[in-house]
C-alpha cells in the first residue's frame, strides 16, 4: 500500500520530541540559461502555477506604456502582483487603480471575500462595513487588467474570459515567459476565475529567472520586468501583508530577492543578481512547507553575495526553522526545511 | 530524491483536468477484539492523537458519578468532547460548566483565541467584544476537567499540567482505553497547552472500536462511553458547528456513527454497531484529506447496516468528493477520496 512518489521530502513539522507531520514536493533552482543548477523529484511535470505568476501578467501593462500614461504608482504596481491581506491599504490602493481608469469596484470580476488578516476582517465588521471585491486577495491583478483594457481602449468587460482580448494578451506573455504553450488543455480555472495554466515546474523557474535577470528578454521586457521587481520590493507590503512570509523576506533584502506564493503550496522566486529562479510546488498544497523549503534554497543558493549581514542570515534563519507556540504561548514544535541540498 | 513513506494515497485534489495536490497517509479499521479490518500504511507507527480523544478523556467526569451530581447537561457532555466553532452556543454552554462549580471564565487554562467559524468571529467585533477563553475550540474540554477537579474536591488550579491529580486520572483512563503506556517519553504538548500521548495509530482505533462497542470495557465504563455517545448524537452542533464534517456526518446517523477530528490530520470514527474503530492519520496534516478518507471507510465498512436510506448513502457520496467551487461559486475542481479499499 506505500505509494511510489515523484517527490521529495521538503519539510517537517515536529511535536515535542516527535515528527508529527511531513511534507513531500518538487523544487528545482534554474540558471537564466534554462540549466538546472538543483532539483528534487519531478519538474519536469506540470503544475498549475496559481498566483505566483502574478508579475508575470503584470508584465504587458507595464510594457504597453499604460501604466506610465495612466499615472499608476508603484504601490499600485506592486499590488497588481499581489497576493494580499485585504487589509486598508490594500483596498484603497485598488480602488485608486480602477479610479484612474472612470471604473469603481463593480468593475471587478475576482468574486468577494473576507480579508484573509483576521484582525482586518474583524475591523471591517467593527465598523459595520462588509466585505467587497476589493478586499479580495487578487483584486490588485483583476485592477490591473482592467486599467490595461480601459488604456488600450478595449471594453474590460468579461477580461477574466480566455477568450477575450486583454486576457489573450497578457496569456500570451505568460507564454512566452515560461516558454510553454498556454492552450486549452492546460487550463484550470483559479479561485479568483482567471485561467491558470499548468506548465512544467522547471520552466516556471526559468521564467523567473529571466524575470529577475532580463536575460533572454527584448530590451522593453526587461525594463518592464525591472520596473515590477523595483515596485514590489519599494512596497513588499502590498504584494502580501501584515505577518507574511513574501513580505517579511522581500522587505528585508528588497531588489536582491523577489519572492511570490500561490495557492496550493507553489512558491516562485528570482535572486537577479545571481541570475538564478526557483520554483517549488508541495505536493499536499501546503504554504507552510513552501516557506521553509525556499528559505532553504535562498540561504543556500544565494550565498554570501545575498546574505551579507548578520540580520540577512537571521532572516532566513528564522524563516527556515519557524517555531510553533500554542494559544498560551508555549513552544509546541517547530516546522524546519528538510530538503537536501 | 524520490521519498519513500509508508504511507499510502488517502486523497486527491483536482482543477480543471489534472490533479493539482495529493495527500499520503495512514489508516486503519479495526474490530473490537484489535483485528485490524483493512489498513492502509504503518499503522503501528505512533501518533499524536491530539483532539480526537476528548471524548475518552471526559469518561472519568461521567463515570466518577460527577456529570450527575454537577447535573450536567447532554450540551455540557457533547461540548466536554469538542473541537468547536466558538459560535454563542459554545461559549454559552463552556459558561454553563464552569458555572455548575461556581467558577467563571478565569479559571480556563486553554488561552485565547477568535472564533475559527469566522462570521461568529465578526459577530463579536461587530459587538465590540473580544475573544475570550471560552470561544477557544478546546473550551468544553478544559470545562470538563475544572468540573471533574472541583466535584472531587481538587484544587483545579494547574490542571493542564500532566503532573497534576485530575491530569493524571484522565491520562490514566487514556492509556487504558489505547492500552498504550503514556509517560514522558511520548509526550507533546497541544495547542490548548494540555499533554498530547503518540500513540500508535491502531492502538487508537481499538480504543475507538471499544468505545464504540463497550467490548472488554467494565460496565461502569461501557455505560459513560454509551452516555457520552448518545450526548454527542443528541448535539452534534456542540461537537464541532456550522459547516463542519464531524457535525455534518453525526447529525444525520445519530448514534450509529461516532466521529472526531483533531489537528494535523488526524480523525477517529466508530460504528458501535458493527463494533468497527476507525483512525486516520495525514502524513502532511491535512485535515481536508482525512475527511474524505474517513467518509470512503465508512461508507464502505457501515455497509447496508449504516446506510439505510438513499439520505445516507448520499452524504457519503458529498463527503468523500467534495465540490470545490471559487469565490464566484464556479465549480473548478474537487477534493476526492482516492483510497484502495
Redesign the interface.
Known sequence: ?????????LAE?T????V?????GRAVVVDADGSVVW???DVDA???PRSTVKSLLAIELVESGAADRLGLSDEALALACASHNGEEAHARVAASMLAAVGRDVAAL??????PTY?PA??????A?QSACPLH?NCSGKHAGLICLACDQGVDPVGYIDPAHEIQRRVTDVLASMTQTPHTD?????????MP?Y?VPLKALAHGFARFGSGVGLSSERAKATQRLREAVAAHPFMVAGTGRYDTTVMNNFETRAFIKMGA??VMIAALPEQGLGFAIK?????NR?AEVAMSALLHHFGGESLCRTAKDHAIFAETKTQTLR?????T??EIRAAL?I
Open positions: 500500500m506505500t505509494a511510489h512518489t515523484g517527490s521529495g521530502l513539522v511535536r515535542g520530541k516527535q508529527e507531520s511531513r511534507h513531500l532539483s528534487c523529484g506540470a503544475v498549475f470580476e475576482c468574486g468577494t471575500h473576507w483576521e476582517a474583524r475591523a471591517l465588521a467593527a459595520h479580495n488543455a492546460n487550463r484550470g480555472t483559479d479561485g479568483c476565475s491558470t499548468a496550493e503550496g508541495t505536493d499536499d498544497g501546503a512547507a500554542n494559544w498560551q504561548g508555549v509546541v514544535g537536501t
